[in-house]
């Protein structure tokens, strides 16, 4: 599988707190990549500097064979981002958010409109496509959300904390659309701080207070630290500080 994601000594520090502290890993295409741990671990900086927004202290990073470095704004162009905030128009239907941010993307005319039938058709959205997105469930909204990040066709999209607020059952539907998205190609970087999500991940980096705490397939890293739970095994590295350096 070839890497999407490559990050070798990442480090970022504010001053003289080091907020990530040399993270190495790599993530293939198609792959679920999870960035899991509590509130402050690290994750959101990490997606930053991931994504091109933040610059690293030091350590390399090259994301869909851009140099996070010198390439910020290819990186950015060719990548896809869910913020946890909600982040579309309210007062647009579903259809003009959709078609707003492909023109964002560079999309206009016959591919924009054949872009967007194919996001309501892969997102099941035809029943609500013209109604306002406040008037829409949470769930749905992120849904939406999702489907926007895609609208440019990104080979990798991240998604930050994308299920914050979410009821069980719509957490479970986001998850699945994450698979499917995940199955043609896409590859996907998540965060989140709910530990169980880290079951539904092809692999796992567990961070704590800044380091990887735990690195790998969510079953084989049970089995590693004899746990039944992925929320276990986050506890018992919090507890402990077991990070590795």
């Known amino acids: 599988m070839k890497n999407v994601i490559e990050v070798e000594n990442l480090v970022?520090?504010?001053?003289?707190?080091?907020?990530?502290?040399?993270?190495t890993f790599t993530v293939g295409k198609g792959e679920i990549f999870g960035l899991l741990g509590a509130n402050g671990a690290g994750k959101t900086t990490t997606i930053r500097m991931l994504c091109g927004l933040?610059?690293?202290?030091?350590?390399?990073?090259?994301?869909?064979?851009?140099?996070?470095?010198?390439?910020?704004e290819q990186i950015r162009a060719n990548i896809g981002y869910?913020?946890?905030?909600?982040?579309?128009?309210?007062?647009?239907?579903?259809?003009e958010n959709i078609r707003f941010f492909g023109g964002i993307?560079?999309?206009w005319g016959k591919a924009l409109k054949g872009r967007a039938l194919e996001?309501?058709?892969?997102?099941?959205?035809?029943?609500?496509?013209?109604?306002?997105v406040e008037s829409l469930p949470v769930g749905w909204r992120q849904r939406i959300s999702l489907?926007?990040?895609?609208v440019h066709k990104p080979p990798v999209i991240f998604l930050d904390e994308p299920t914050s607020g979410v009821d069980p059952v719509a957490r479970r539907m986001f998850w699945e659309t994450i698979h499917h998205i995940s199955?043609?190609?896409?590859?996907?970087?998540?965060?989140?701080?709910?530990?169980?999500?880290?079951?539904?991940?092809?692999?796992?980096?567990?961070?704590?207070?800044?380091?990887?705490?735990a690195l790998g397939k969510p079953g084989e890293l049970k089995q590693k630290y004899v746990v039944e739970t992925m929320n276990e095994l986050f506890l018992s590295l919090a507890r402990n500080g077991n990070t590795k350096s």
């Open 183 to 213: 199955s043609l190609g896409t590859t996907v970087i998540v965060t989140t701080h709910y530990m169980d999500e880290a079951e539904y991940c092809h692999t796992a980096l567990v961070m704590v207070d800044g380091k990887i705490g």
């Open 119 to 132: 996001l309501v058709e892969d997102f099941k959205m035809h029943d609500f496509k013209d109604i306002m």
């Open 147 to 150: 489907a926007v990040s895609l």
């Open 12 to 23: 970022k520090k504010f001053g003289s707190f080091v907020a990530v502290n040399n993270l």
């Open 54 to 72: 933040l610059s690293p202290t030091s350590g390399k990073i090259s994301v869909a064979g851009y140099d996070a470095y010198t390439q910020p």
């Open 82 to 95: 869910m913020s946890q905030k909600f982040s579309l128009y309210s007062d647009l239907t579903v259809w």
């Open 105 to 107: 993307y560079g999309l």
